[in-house]
């Protein structure tokens, strides 16, 4: 079956450091992967996404990579604010089969931030 | 355009209790589905619809039913709650073709099985 394996937090950066929360997965087919970000009493929102090999995400600053060769989707960011303090959480879309809809997501890793 | 909401924000019950989350989606989304968030264990998907009138289960639908009859509206229904259920809940919706299914959420129901 599909899974998705984040590093877990939480994470404590000082605002400005350089972000990397690693992501792996484990799928039967040829996924779309995802990260979203889940603010602090908010629902998740699609932070950036990517359909195929090698193909590179990106959103507000935020980067992630589709590696096959070593099932990864790691998310970076070069320089963190404060307002990045959230739950980011990888995830995949299984493009095989009739479930390419239904979406596996990571545990989620917290990020703080601090100024 | 409102996106997905969900009603109530907040709900307290005791065990034995039942109660139903309403979920409503703007987009015209074919699909819908239902999550519970609990700490450490990322989400879990309860149920699913991939259309109007129709349901599936999801990984953890025990002690949960669902209705779709009409296709804005996806309502998860918890018939007699136990404190296993007191978690966040989240509605979320998605496009059924063009691909990748980029989900859209709702801000969740936090529930307490007393």
């Known amino acids: 079956g599909n899974s998705v394996t984040q590093m877990e937090g939480p994470v404590t950066l000082s605002e400005e450091a350089f972000l990397t929360i690693n992501c792996t997965y484990t799928?039967?087919?040829?996924?779309?992967l995802f990260w979203y970000v889940q603010y602090p009493g908010e629902g998740l929102q699609l932070l950036l996404k990517a359909t195929k090999a090698d193909d590179k995400g990106s959103n507000k600053g935020f980067e992630a990579t589709y590696r096959k060769e070593t099932t990864s989707f790691h998310l970076e960011k070069g320089s963190v604010q404060v307002s990045d303090s959230a739950v980011y959480f990888c995830a995949l879309s299984d493009t095989s089969g009739g479930s390419n809809y239904k979406l596996t997501f990571g545990k989620g890793t917290l990020l703080t931030v601090n100024p | 355009n409102a996106g997905v909401t969900q009603t109530p924000k907040f709900r307290v019950l005791k065990t034995g209790q039942s109660m139903t989350l309403l979920c409503a989606q703007d987009?015209?989304?074919?699909?819908m589905y239902w999550y519970r968030q609990d700490p450490g264990m990322g989400l879990r998907l309860i149920h699913y619809s991939v259309g109007e009138g129709t349901t599936a289960k999801g990984e953890v639908p025990d002690g949960y039913n669902v209705s779709r009859l009409k296709k804005q509206n996806f309502l998860l229904g918890l018939e007699s709650a136990a404190p296993s259920q007191t978690s966040v809940y989240f509605c979320a919706s998605s496009y059924s073709s063009g691909g990748p299914y980029e989900q859209y959420f709702g801000p969740g129901t936090r529930l307490t099985v007393t």
């Open positions: 799928a039967t087919g040829y996924p779309s």
């Open positions: 987009m015209n989304h074919e699909y």
